[in-house]
């Protein structure tokens, strides 16, 4: 019988777990981390090993600094990194490291970089799709290695990460965690071409961190063979909220949660579903859009017209469910109390965004992908003017998002005709709520009208 010398490594079992765990893709590592104790300890190690063996390409000397660099700098690293952390295959050649920070923090890890050796190299272009959401684009090099630096415009991350060029880019993770926007498509290789990318491709633009080689793009999503469910192009998706989103977190020091959690970005990958086996292809084919896309409605002739639009596109949603809200359209005599529904798909109301308040006020552009639309409410908890007498109830009052071809709101000009002179644009909606932390809405009653003319008046 053979003696293990004594000089050999015995391989323990967590070692070969971990061996076994550095080729599996994420998701994959996390359940069997689950299982007991030891497996967690292994996943967690597993995963800062990879995510070390990742980014000491591009900072060999420094890459033990990385992770509390990129959390002062409330960075996130996207593109062909993140999908490596994300599916377990790491290639010998790596391209670039994207990293984007939030607004303000670009000179510090800018700092940072030129500190360890980087310097600047020019000659890159930022896709245009994004150039709207990023205050500044640089790129850096030290020998054959490249780092890109976007600065947001917003210090909510997501409203960058939602414009990407494909479903693919729509990856980034910080030292510590993991989101995947379309984690379905994303881990079998495939990609499916966003409306922004859409435009960058036909512009020739090279294509954000995809590579024909390694993966399957499409340019939309006709190759789905089974309905999309709430997973359709065409819904609008909240990052807060969305089961369908993937959030892994390895190490809670530098956890991805909080950018989530704290994220006000909505999105829709496309205007129009491509899949035919999609009630929201049908809709489209027939309607041309989906109809909040179509105009507010100013008349009450158009809001028989949209209620009975609700109670159609929403079979499976009793309009009853919904809840009635006070609306003043653009040219209205008087406001009238509409029903509004909650999202579909959504049995019972948990936050503000449940709400399809885009029935009767538009608050996203007119073909438009991203939307940030918490600027366009603002909810009363107490009497303006009153010494902030609190009320037995909130109300929150809702506004179009500002467009040129919004009419004046008549309406609210002849009953308040604003001391300031300013003028209200679009319709106006106002919802009635419980008076608690998450807002939870109920039934606009006529008697809340003077209240409600009180608070507008304000
Ligand atoms: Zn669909």
Redesign the pocket.
Known sequence: MNAIPSSARVLTATDTSRMIMEYLALPTMQALGNSSHRSQTTFVSASKARFSSITRRFFPNNWLELPATLAQNKGVITGSAALEMLRGEIHDEPRDLNVIVAAGHLSAMEGWLFGIGYEDANGFHIQRPLSKFVVEFKVYKAGHRLVTLSESTSPDIAEIIVRSPSTADMTFMTAGGIVSLYPTWTMRSESVVSQAGARAWRDGVRFGSINAERETTYMD?AF?DE??GPR????WRNLRSDKNILMLDWDEHYSIRHIVQSSRTEWRLTRK?A?YH????QFARVVGTTFWEEGMPPTIHKIEDRERDIASHFPDQKLATGYKSMLYTVSCLEPIIVNVPLIEGTATYREFEDLYVECWVRQRGYGDCSARRIDLRETFRAIPAAQGLPTEHAYTILVEKPSPILLPNLLIDSMYSPSNGSQVYGNVLVLKHKNDPVLTPCDMRERDKALVDFILGW
């Open positions: 999503n789905m309905s999309c359709c192009p065409s819904l579903c899949n999609c009630n929201h292809y």
